[in-house]
């Protein structure tokens, strides 16, 4: 494919990620050509949750207080209960997302990732979704919340669950290659 080959993706994760919401993610974004770095506030590796246990281990491209949003095209935020209640308890990575979000460039967020995008007070009158769980959080974010497979508004994308990821990645790399969306 390679419609990717020039655009730099930061994955920004904690412990507990959910393994497929990473995984595929990453695999789409580097079959179309990106280069993707794992960014999070621990260095060395971190564990994936994997459905009900612990699953893999990935490794960490860079620490968060080391990584600039401004090398980045695009950020994505990968679910799972406990990574996404970690970050968004961390101001730096609050900090990290918000630059994304300041910037217009594409942010992509999947089932429990959109918690952190809660933190940076930014997604008052944006559309989105999320796990149903998030619902009202997001709505009293200011946010217009939809229960749909995957939601795109102005650079943003998010879906709700692991079997919305085939329409999240597809969607999240069109958003990608179209680069730096400025206010509607």
């Known amino acids: 494919m390679g419609t990717l080959s020039n655009k730099r993706v930061a994955v920004l994760t904690e412990e507990g990620f959910e393994q497929v919401e990473l995984t595929s993610p990453v695999e789409a974004l580097r079959y179309a050509g990106a280069t ?51 970050l968004r308890q961390n101001k730096e990575a609050v900090a990290f997302a918000a630059s994304f979000l300041e910037e217009g460039k594409p942010v992509a967020a999947i089932c429990h990732g959109p918690q952190t995008l809660i933190e940076t007070g930014m997604l008052k009158g944006r559309k989105l979704t999320s796990y149903p769980s998030l ?50």
């Open 36 to 86: 993707v770095e794992i960014i999070s506030p621990k260095s060395g590796r971190i564990k994936a949750w994997d459905k009900t246990n612990w699953g893999i281990e990935v490794d960490v491209d860079q620490e968060l207080s080391e990584a600039r949003a401004d090398d980045y095209d695009a950020l994505v935020l990968p679910g799972g209960v406990l990574n996404p209640d970690k």
């Open 135 to 184: 619902q009202t959080d997001l709505k009293n974010a200011g946010a217009h919340w939809v229960d749909e497979e995957v939601v795109v508004d102005n650079g943003l994308v998010t879906s709700r669950r692991p079997d919305d990821l085939p329409a999240f990645n597809k969607k999240m790399i069109e958003e990608i290659a179209e680069g730096v969306h400025s206010e509607a």
